[in-house]
């Protein structure tokens, strides 16, 4: 791979990001890295040349704006983008509060679209590029108790990344939504995934769900290096998945959604097609 491309990506002081940055700058790539603190960037990542640490408010677009022409100054261009950031939210729909949604929203997607309108200017300036939205297992299969808005957020990625492929095509530009399973990063742990503030006892599905993915971090199957050379890889490729799939897991679980909508597509058909105008 060209390793002159430079990368922007965001939330990468933890987990996934980190170590796709650490990787990237091992293989010789610039890359510029935002984090709401960038003193966690520099404690994660160290010094180096071809590394431009920013702290970014991904909610902020004037914030997206500024780190995309930081970038651009220092490297002269910008050539793959990693929405990378992003956070969990537990609970039921019942259970959490307008703001806890709205804002689980705000930095899954909204942030996530703010980059996509700052960073689309000088992709299609020069004629090239290469989103990565990276979404979840969740984005593409909702059965888990308890993560409804945070697979909603998900599920939203997933449509406009499918959309945005369709828009940017035209301009030499690639997009790629990214569903990892459960990978060993901090994304369970309490500082990357909120509960609700008032819980309601009567959800016992929920709050054993709460239990289990408590119980499930740090034993996760998933390795974030491994992820972070899959991106890296699948970034050389003359043409690039719209839909990839990170984990055994995650995998399996695509797999059974598919199985399962068929099953339910075939299932309700008569339905389905008894809604036409007659002829």
């Known amino acids: 791979m060209n390793n002159n491309n430079v990368w ?27 984090s709401r603190r960038k003193e966690d960037l520099e404690e994660a990542i160290g010094g180096h040349d071809n590394f431009l640490p920013l702290k970014v408010d991904l909610t902020a677009e ?7 022409g930081q970038t651009i100054e220092k490297f002269g261009s ?14 039921s729909l019942e259970e ?18 703010n980059v996509i309108r700052q960073v689309m200017p000088f992709l299609r300036e020069q004629g090239r590029g290469h989103i990565f939205n990276i979404s979840s297992i969740g984005g593409f299969y909702g059965n888990f108790p308890g993560w409804g ?12 990344t499918e959309s945005l492929a369709e828009e940017i095509k035209a301009f030499g530009i690639k997009a790629t939504v990214v569903e990892p399973g459960y990978f060993r990063t901090s994304f369970l742990a309490s500082g990357s995934l909120a509960t609700p503030a008032n819980e309601i006892d009567a959800y016992k ?17 998933g390795d974030p290096d491994k992820a972070a050379l899959a991106l890296i890889r699948v970034a050389a490729q003359e043409e690039a ?8 897991d995650a995998y399996n679980m695509a797999q059974l959604k598919i ?21």
């Not at 922007?8 to 935002?34: C, I």
């Not at 808005?149 to 406009?160: E, H, M, R």
Request: one cysteine or more; hydrophobic letters at 40%; glycine letters at 10%.
């Open 259 to 279: 199985q399962t909508l068929q099953e339910n597509i075939e299932k309700w058909k008569a339905v389905t097609v008894s809604t036409g105008f007659e002829n």
């Open 241 to 248: 998945p719209l839909h990839l799939f990170l984990g055994q």
């Open 8 to 34: 922007f990506v965001t939330g990468a002081s933890k987990g996934l990001g980190r170590s796709l940055v650490k990787h990237l700058l091992e293989q010789g790539f610039k890359v510029a890295a935002t």
């Open 149 to 160: 808005i945070y697979c909603a957020t998900k599920f939203a990625v997933n449509g406009l």
């Open 62 to 68: 004037s914030e997206v704006r500024d780190a995309i």
């Open 205 to 221: 599905a929920v709050r054993e769900s709460q239990d289990m993915h408590r119980n499930l971090n740090g034993s996760q199957a």
């Open 78 to 91: 910008v050539s793959i983008v990693v929405n990378n950031a992003g956070y969990g939210q537990l609970g």
């Open 96 to 113: 959490l509060t307008d703001a806890e949604a709205r804002e689980n929203f705000n930095v899954n997607v909204f942030g996530t679209l």
